[in-house]
């Protein structure tokens, strides 16, 4: 209500640029995207023909509902999806996610959507990626901690950013660096501060994009070596990832 009735008014005095062409932002709701953009990007709702383990899209001819990509075989989550494309309105608002702390209503609704086509009711427990004490003091938030707070008001789920600590930040996608060195640089970055928390919880692991897996892979296996029962996946956007 009162978001219907200051928005105009806030547009207004606070004119935007959209972040990913430039043009006016018609709406504060839209969040650092015009509307043009936001229809423009491509949006999952889960009918896609996508690996059924990383979301990876797969093409049709190629498909069926079983099919599994190669790349992610050895990763240690039970699944993932992402809400968008990393392009557009989507790339926009996972870059300005890590300036400012703040969720429009169309990114809320991106990743609650998701959250119900991706079918991930029956988590107990929502747990976003930590950043590193050092990024996060630098930062002053960790914008994966705004999404999983939007899912636990969404859903009722508990949401907790305390059980998980990143002990290390590493660039998990540094250019040159192969799957077998992304692996080994991630191994210990990840560290679970009260196991008990985690034990036979069927977690969603929430983030703002999943890029090549080893984040959420080793978050995945530092949770499961604590008793986890489940582990998935769910973040706002995803870089193409080719087979
Ligand atoms: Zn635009
Ligand atoms: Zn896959």
């Not at 207004?12 to 018609?26: D, K, N, Q």
Request: charged letters at 25%; one cysteine or more.
């Amino acid at each position: 209500m009162i978001d219907n009735f200051l928005d105009p008014i806030l547009s207004l005095a606070y004119p935007r640029a959209c972040r990913a062409c430039g043009g006016a932002v018609e709406s504060l709701s839209f969040g650092p995207a015009c509307g043009t953009c936001w229809n423009s990007t491509r949006v999952f709702n889960g009918r896609e023909s996508c690996c059924s383990k990383c979301g990876q899209l797969i093409p049709t001819g190629k498909f069926d509902l079983s099919s599994r990509c190669s790349g992610c075989v050895e990763d240690f989550y039970d699944r993932a999806a992402a809400a968008a494309d990393y392009h557009l309105a989507a790339r926009a608002a996972v870059l300005a996610l890590k300036e400012e702390p703040f969720l429009s209503k169309r990114v809320r609704g991106l990743l609650t959507g998701r959250f119900d086509t991706a079918g991930f009711h029956a988590a107990t427990l929502i747990i976003p990626v930590p950043l590193s004490k050092r990024r996060r003091i630098e930062r002053g938030f960790n914008q994966a901690e705004l999404l999983a707070r939007a899912l636990e008001v969404h859903t009722g789920i508990r949401s907790s950013a305390d059980v998980l600590e990143r002990t290390a930040h590493f660039a998990m996608h540094r250019a040159g660096m192969d799957r077998k060195a992304r692996e080994g640089s991630v191994k210990k970055a990840f560290e679970v501060k009260k196991p008990k928390l985690v034990r036979e919880e069927r977690i969603l692991l929430v983030d703002d994009v999943f890029t090549t897996g080893s984040t959420a892979s080793a978050c995945a296996k530092t949770l499961k070596a604590s008793g986890a029962a489940e582990v998935n996946v769910l973040t706002l956007a995803r870089t193409p990832h080719f087979i």
